[in-house]
């Protein structure tokens, strides 16, 4: 069974204070993996698709990277307006309708 | 970017009525979207994944009878939450992948239903 996991659960930081959320996964074939935003109330907002490892992907602060079980979520000098959960999914090549497996999420808060 | 709207973004309905929402993919065609539930503080369900002319998959537990799903078009798809209880009270959000992309999947602002 598909599994995906994040780590913290929650991050508190202080404005420009870098840190890094953890996405690990355990699959048969992963065809993508996913990172969105989401802010309280709305839908994810989707951030980056990461397809093999070794693979990076940069917006604004963040960057994401990827390796064969794990992919990070680095915030660089974060801000008040970065506070979200940020959601990492993945898809393979066995999922039906090619759905896609979310993690728990990670809810970050950033203070001024 | 790649928008999914979603419509009411919020509803509140009598327990025992039937609720509809509509999904759609303003500048692009998705011939898979999905209905996913979430719950405050908890991630994202996957109720059923709808296919273009098709009927949807529902994922365990789901009833199909109670969540009917069409996917008519390419760019539309609807949720109705048939006889609603105050127990169907959620956040609903509608997902749709690209088909003409790579594969990303983009979701929908969501739709907040209160059952009375």
Known sequence: ?112 | GAVVSQHPSWVICKSGTSVKIECRSLDFQATTMFWYRQFPKQSLMLMATSNEGSKATYEQGVEKDKFLINHASLTLSTLTVTSAHPEDSSFYICSARDSGGVGEQYFGPGTRLTVT
């Not at chain 1, 698709?49 to 990076?56: D, H, R, V």
């Not at chain 1, 680095?74 to 759905?99: M, Q, W």
């Open chain 1, 1 to 112: 069974e598909d599994q995906v996991t994040q780590s913290p659960e929650a991050l508190r930081l202080q404005e420009g204070e870098s840190s890094s959320l953890n996405c690990s996964y355990t699959v048969s074939g992963l065809r993508g993996l996913f990172w969105y935003r989401q802010d309280p109330g709305k839908g994810p907002e989707f951030l980056f698709t990461l397809y093999s490892a070794g693979e990076e992907k940069e917006k604004e602060r963040l960057k994401a990277t990827l390796t064969k079980k794990e992919s990070f979520l680095h915030i660089t000098a974060p801000k008040p307006e970065d506070s979200a959960t940020y959601l990492c999914a993945v898809r393979t090549f066995k999922a039906a309708g090619n759905k896609l497996t979310f993690g728990g999420g990670t809810r970050v808060l950033v203070k001024p």
